[in-house]
């Protein structure tokens, strides 16, 4: 089962907007992290916020956690058709190995027009 | 650097062949490694993952196996492909002093 959920499923924003994706997850977490995926390509790690930290930028991207509420989002500031692209939100989920793997969100599928 | 190669980039294979899927990593020793599968318009679903040379741990009952003979190798097995095993196949590792996951850049695979 996919432990992060990010809403909205797709978002389509003018070129120079702001735009906020949000995740949220069901168990304990000691980090997050969020990655983009251009249609037909790998997934690229944009950033990671730890479960102590509340805010953490990245030139235009702007994530924050709210431990207590099991959420996060992504703000990507003055949107550029660039970013046009599906982001995932992703956690750890501990192994019975004790090693952790990653458990992926379903994305939200972000659409600026020029 | 650390680098990550996938190939092949789209495949085409009939019902009841099978498929060798290939990725190595460079720059980096004893990775953690990860094979995901994609649905269309869909999240990853974890297939297999690796933490050291013929050590296999596989997530979901399928019809694809894996193997890791060297430690900056994993691919990705099928004896007969089915239907239902088209996909978007991408492979990641981790390097054990970091958290994030370095993806490849994908196979497509349409089984007909």
């Known amino acids: 089962s996919q432990q992060g959920e990010e809403d909205p499923q797709a978002l389509s924003i003018q070129e120079g907007e702001n735009a906020t994706m949000n995740c949220s997850y069901k168990?304990?977490?000691?980090?997050l992290q969020w990655y983009r995926q251009n249609s037909g390509r790998g997934l690229v790690h944009l950033i990671l916020?730890?479960?102590?930290?509340r805010e953490k930028h990245s030139g235009r991207l702007r994530v924050t956690l709210d431990t207590s509420k099991k959420s996060s989002s992504l703000l990507i500031t003055a949107s550029r058709a660039a970013d046009t692209a599906s982001y995932f939100c992703?956690?750890?989920?501990?192994?019975?190995?004790?090693?952790?793997?990653?458990?992926f969100g379903s994305g939200t599928r972000l659409l600026v027009r020029p | 650097s650390q680098t990550i190669h996938q190939w092949p980039a789209t495949l085409v294979q009939p019902v009841g062949s099978p498929l060798s899927l290939e990725c190595t990593v460079e720059?980096?020793?004893?990775?953690?490694l990860y094979w995901y599968r994609q649905a269309a318009g869909r999240g990853l679903q974890l297939l297999f993952y690796?933490?050291?040379?013929?050590?296999i741990s596989s997530e979901v009952p399928q019809n694809l196996s894996a193997s890791r003979p060297q430690d900056r190798q994993f691919i990705l097995s099928s004896k007969k492909l089915l239907l239902s095993d088209s996909g978007f196949y991408l492979c990641?590792?981790?390097?054990?002093?970091?958290?994030?996951?370095?993806f490849g850049s994908g196979t497509r695979l349409t089984v007909v």
């Open positions: 916020i730890r479960s102590n930290e």
């Open positions: 990641a590792f981790q390097d054990r002093n970091l958290y994030g996951y370095t």
């Open positions: 168990t304990s977490i000691n980090n």
């Open positions: 720059g980096t020793s004893n990775p953690n």
């Open positions: 690796s933490v050291g040379i013929g050590q």
């Open positions: 992703a956690t750890p989920r501990r192994r019975s190995d004790s090693s952790y793997k990653l458990i």
